[in-house]
């Protein structure tokens, strides 16, 4: 199964900082990763899908970029409502669809 | 508008025997895979299985594979998850999820459940 690491685990930022987080998948997975967002006591919510594309709705201050194992998820701007948890999904070929560990945002 | 709602989660004992359900409505279920994920403390957020839009396909994870089965009824618009042989490291919450439009069998789900609370304890 091809394993997924984020870093870091946790990070505190201030408001309107930029904040990146990494995401290395085990082995090649080209572009086929997301991003999610995770709020306490809510389901994650899709951010981003094949690396780099925004899902409709969603705030532009996200952006994922990579591909390969390499993978970057930033929020340009960080705002209070930005405070989660992050977690990245590789979905290469078939199941498992695997997430990585998860990098908690807080200000 | 489009959502999922989940049930039957509870307490259930190891060994025993749990049936999820997840109801969907304000979308067209029946053209839709869908899938089970669960969310534990120690294991984080896992894919458990995930089924075709007619119901004739589907995938587990290995570690439910052969105890859990998942079914759809398109005719109510229900998607349910059978657990058998349940093991305390299958405590968690479980979600119920649906991919974009046009995704297919991809995992890239914009549309979950709020989630039904699964504890297996003796």
């Known amino acids: 199964d091809i394993q997924m690491t984020q870093s870091p685990s946790s990070l505190s930022a201030s408001v309107g900082d930029r904040v990146t987080i990494t995401c290395q998948a085990s082995q090649d997975i080209s572009n086929f990763l997301n991003w999610y967002q995770q709020k306490p006591g809510k389901p994650p919510k899709l951010l981003i899908f094949d690396a780099s594309i925004l899902e409709t709705g969603v705030t532009s201050r996200f952006s994922g970029s990579g591909s390969g194992t390499d993978f970057t998820f930033t929020i340009s701007s960080l705002q209070p409502e930005d405070i989660a948890t992050y977690y990245c999904?590789?979905?290469?070929?078939?199941?498992?669809?695997?997430f990585g560990p998860g990098t908690k945002v807080d200000v | 508008q489009e959502q999922l709602v989940e049930s039957g989660g509870g307490l259930v004992k190891p060994g025993g025997s749990l049936k999820l359900s997840c109801n969907a409505s304000?979308?067209?279920?029946?053209?839709?895979?869908m899938s089970w994920v669960r969310q534990s403390p120690g294991k984080g957020l896992e894919w458990v299985s995930h089924?075709?839009?007619?119901?004739?396909?589907?995938f587990d994870a290995d570690s439910v594979r052969g105890r859990f089965t998942i079914t759809r009824d398109n005719s109510k618009n229900s998607l349910f998850l059978q657990m058998n042989s349940l093991r305390a490291e299958d405590t968690g919450i479980y979600f119920c999820?649906?991919?974009?439009?046009?995704?297919?069998?991809?995992?890239?789900?914009?549309?979950w459940g709020q989630g039904t609370q699964v504890i297996v304890s003796s």
């Open positions: 999820a649906r991919a974009r439009p046009h995704s297919g069998s991809l995992p890239l789900w914009n549309l």
């Open positions: 999904q590789q979905y290469d070929h078939l199941p498992p669809f695997t």
């Open positions: 089924i075709s839009d007619s119901g004739s396909t589907s």
């Open positions: 304000g979308f067209p279920f029946k053209i839709f895979y």
